[in-house]
């Protein structure tokens, strides 16, 4: 079993908020300044994204969700022009029924390829976990329980040897 204290916490940059921050030193004469910089910081505050060895999940104040890594059918990166420059973009995990986008993350596509071979492990692994098949029991519980009584009240000489093995062709057949 994996150490579940593995794991990866990344942030949005910084830079993911750049127009926030410029327009909040603009307007700092006006009021509104502090405002837009109180907004910005506390959202990038309270955004965080927590890689584990099968799962990630995304977190924002009370608000959490979570994808299993196998889950996850299709990634990409978006970036505007403006992110490209910055070198910081947003990752989009897409499983059956839910999304997360990993947003504001610095170098997304270096970070993206590492999640890639995460998922293509994760579901390796799952899938041999799945061929493993138990083994198929050929007879009912209890019988060798059964059969160790017989044998031994045969060496005992309590039943006699045609008892005993009409007895053991019984369970033969079960």
């Known amino acids: 079993m994996p150490d579940s204290s593995k794991s990866i916490t990344l942030t949005p940059d910084w830079s993911h908020y750049f127009w926030h921050y410029l327009f909040g030193v603009l307007l700092l004469p006006v009021g509104l300044g502090f405002i837009l910089l109180w907004v910005a910081l506390r959202r990038q505050k309270s955004l965080n994204y927590v890689i584990k060895d099968r799962s990630i999940s995304f977190h924002e104040g009370n608000y959490s969700q979570s994808l299993e890594l196998f889950t996850i059918q299709h990634t990409s990166v978006q970036q505007s022009g403006l992110q490209k420059r910055l070198n910081i973009g947003d990752i989009v995990l897409k499983a059956n029924a839910s999304s997360i986008t990993l947003e504001g993350l610095k170098n997304p596509k270096a970070l993206l390829e590492k999640i890639d071979l995460a998922i293509e492990a994760e579901q390796k692994r799952v899938a041999a976990e799945?061929?493993?098949?138990?083994?198929?029991?050929?007879?009912?519980?209890?019988?060798?329980?059964?059969?160790d009584y017989l044998i031994g009240l045969w060496q005992q000489?309590?039943?006699?040897?045609?008892?005993?093995?009409e007895e053991r062709k019984k369970f033969g057949k079960e």
């Open 130 to 147: 799945q061929a493993i098949k138990p083994r198929e029991v050929k007879s009912d519980p209890g019988a060798i329980d059964r059969v």
């Open 157 to 165: 000489g309590l039943i006699s040897d045609e008892d005993y093995n």
